[in-house]
């Protein structure tokens, strides 16, 4: 069971100003923004045309690999950095896809560790700002089961059904969940990798796609535990909750 750092005070819980709030989060992470990503997943199959055959089978590898590393680094950047600023996050995140961008796929590739790492402790971020401490074993599968929803190139909404599968700590360990979480995440990194791989274009590609993705990882992950805080403050299935939200979405 997740449990909340700071237990809430013996007040009434507003379960609608609250799910309000969280409808607000989750527009913010699928706004204007998301118009400009939308049209770039539906090219995806043609941009894709620009990553080497031998680059695109190992896209999958290197996200594996990224996302297991970034597990690792963003726990040790907690000790170093607690805080986070999330605009100053969104810059960072600019510059790296920027950087990625300018050499192509080679750089593109190499960006992949830094920018999943950003992405992971933002998340993170997210969740202790909902009241739930990141080190958490549960926090932390969560969070990593957080790239598994539809990402910001995703031509479809977002998918609300993730937010109702909970990570038991006796379930698969974060290396094993980062494996099952890679292929989808492969899906939606493959088309930034190739977006990047465009000529000239790369740089600016990398830096505006990266600060979406920074933008729509912390808004969902603010839904997400948002929820699960929810859920405990008024005792309700979290599944009942995802569905009222989901209502308030129509």
Same mark, same amino acid.
């Given at each position: ?8 005070? #013996? ?63 963003? /726990? #040790? ?31 593109? #590739? ?31 599968? /969560? ?15 977002? /998918? ?91």
């Amino acid at each position: 069971m997740i449990e909340i750092i700071h237990p809430p005070e #013996l007040k009434t819980v507003d379960e609608s100003e609250t799910l309000d709030r969280l409808v607000v989060r989750y527009r913010n992470a699928t706004g204007p923004g998301m118009a400009f990503m939308s049209k770039l997943g539906q090219k995806a199959d043609g941009l894709a045309d620009y990553i080497p055959k031998g680059a695109q089978q190992g896209l999958h590898t290197a996200t594996e690999k990224a996302l297991q590393t970034a597990i690792k680094a963003a /726990d #040790l950047s907690h000790r170093v950095l607690p805080d986070e600023d999330a605009r100053l996050t969104r810059l960072v995140a600019a510059a790296m896809g920027a950087v990625g961008g300018v050499g192509g796929i080679g750089t593109a #590739l190499a960006e992949l560790p830094l920018t999943t790492t950003l992405f992971l402790r933002s998340i993170q971020a997210a969740a202790k700002s909902e009241g739930f401490d990141p080190k958490a074993d549960n926090v932390r599968f /969560d969070s990593v089961r957080i790239f598994a929803s539809n990402g910001p190139l995703n031509s479809e909404d977002s /998918d609300l059904a993730f937010m109702a599968t909970r990570m038991a700590v006796s379930g698969p360990t974060l290396q094993a969940l980062a494996t099952q979480v890679a292929p989808k995440l492969a899906l939606v990194f493959g088309r930034k990798v190739a977006a990047q791989a465009l000529p000239v274009m790369g740089a600016v590609a990398g830096a505006s796609i990266n600060s979406i993705y920074a933008k729509y990882y912390r808004e969902i992950a603010h839904v997400h535990f948002g929820l699960r805080r929810l859920a405990i403050e008024t005792d309700q299935p979290i599944a009942l909750l995802t569905q009222k939200l989901e209502s308030r979405m129509a």
